[in-house]
């Protein structure tokens, strides 16, 4: 195995760790908390370690929350959450990763994919799966509050969160 793939699974690897751990310990301060902290991560995976590592994050972390009782507990809506995280990690690894950006283009570029995860994530859930899928009123509305704007919201801190934090790593990480 060369280095360069050891050292793109290590990463992989801890972030994916460092997203469950999140997960787990911030369950209990809600949506907001956890959602900023997993787009963080999302972020962090595919500006830092590349386009790959952010899309494995995006994949699997949606799964492993499911599994570990941290995520909605309703599976039909685990893979609509990884289209979403998906989109986001694709957008920002287009408009944001390369390096040395200027911050408006930055901006502009984390603006488009948190729109774009909140689009798909509202479309995919609120007025799809809700529709289709057997749910009681109370469900319908619960997920229909979870994924609208607050995705907006937490894809923007977690994203801001992640240009500011990716720079002290690169810096970091250089050879």
Known sequence: MTMKKTLWITRTAVLMAM????QSVTKAGGQFVIG?????????????SGLWSGVTVAVISPFLAFFLGIG???????PAIAVGNVIYVLIL???CG????????????????AACKFLALYL????????VLTLSEKQVATFTAMFSWPQL?????GGVVALLIVPTLHKAFRR
């Open 124 to 131: 995919i859930v609120a007025q799809l799966l809700c529709r």
């Open 98 to 113: 390369k390096r040395n950006l200027p911050i408006w283009r930055q901006g502009i570029g984390l603006f488009s994919a």
């Open 93 to 95: 690894h287009f408009l």
């Open 36 to 48: 900023s902290c997993v787009n963080a991560v999302l972020a962090v995976a595919v500006l830092f």
């Open 19 to 22: 997203l469950v751990l999140l």
């Open 72 to 78: 909605p507990q309703l599976i039909a809506v685990v």
């Open 153 to 157: 919201v937490t894809a923007l801190i």
